[in-house]
């Protein structure tokens, strides 16, 4: 689905991004661990078009999305979420979700005048997906409330809800499981790995919630200084002495 050949960012003299080649394999939940500042968000900006990368090539389904923008990314497939969720927080948690779709017919102010029922057709179809997310993620019940009054783990699940409006090929989320309860952690995982299983979306996540991505991912891929430590199932990165001795300061896994 993806495939990142030895991809560099550097800032100045630091190498955030340093050489990295990685594939993500198709209906695929791959977790990205390592110690803070080891370049994981980087990649991720570095993929998602936040920031060109300084050399290297990303393919996308075999075609090359190098240094492509990210609303130029959404439209091939290729969406992410954040450690921070970026919602709308003066609409409601219904309007954030149908914002979402592209090249939607009110976005051309020629259809106001000369397409309203188009663009009413279109809303309704938006509304309707909306609703079946909203369901999908069981919080319908917060359909009508404005977004920014969400808690943390709400908000991600928000920022998941509006990743499935668009036709995702390949979705990164960043630090999913941030600040967020165990029960809601629970919903959030039960919905990525239902979204895999029955839809056939693919993941790549942020995480350091170690117990999470064993439950969630296959393979694990951890990052030191920029570069990929190793890379393997859940349980062989969890006995790597090198993933210990850099991302736990000698504690075991576990």
């Known amino acids: 689905m993806l495939s990142v050949r030895n991809l560099h960012l550097h800032f100045g003299g630091i190498r955030a991004v340093d050489g990295i080649t990685l594939t993500i394999e198709s209906n695929t939940i791959t977790g990205l661990i390592g110690p803070n500042g080891a370049g994981k968000t980087s990649l991720f900006n570095a993929i998602a078009g936040a920031y060109p990368p300084t050399s290297g090539h990303v393919f996308l389904d075999q075609e090359e999305i190098t240094g492509l923008l990210p609303h130029q990314l959404f439209s091939r497939g290729l969406v992410r979420t954040f450690q921070v969720a970026h919602e709308f927080s003066s609409l409601t948690v219904l309007e954030n979700l149908m914002v979402v779709p592209n090249r939607q017919p009110g976005e051309q102010l020629l259809n106001v005048w000369c397409n309203p029922g188009q663009i009413r057709q279109s809303e309704e179809q938006n509304r309707e997906r909306a609703h ?123």
């Not at 079946?132 to 319908?140: D, G, N, Q, R, T």
């Not at 600040?179 to 993941?203: A, P």
């Not at 349980?235 to 001795?245: D, G, L, P, T, W």
């Open 132 to 254: 079946e997310v909203l369901e999908f993620l069981k919080i319908s019940h917060l359909e009508n409330d404005l977004a920014g009054n969400l808690s943390g783990g709400q908000k991600k699940l928000l920022e998941l809800g509006r990743t499935m409006m668009t036709e995702a090929k390949v979705v990164f989320l960043d630090e999913v499981g941030a600040g967020v309860n165990r029960t809601l952690l629970k919903t959030i995982g039960d919905s990525i790995q239902e979204l895999r299983q029955e839809h056939g979306y693919t993941f790549c996540m942020i995480e350091h919630d170690i117990d999470f991505i064993t439950r969630m991912c296959h393979p694990v891929i951890v990052m030191a200084e920029g570069k990929i430590l190793t890379q393997g199932s859940a349980e062989e990165v969890k006995a790597n002495h090198e993933v210990i001795e850099s991302y736990l300061g000698r504690k075991t896994i576990g």
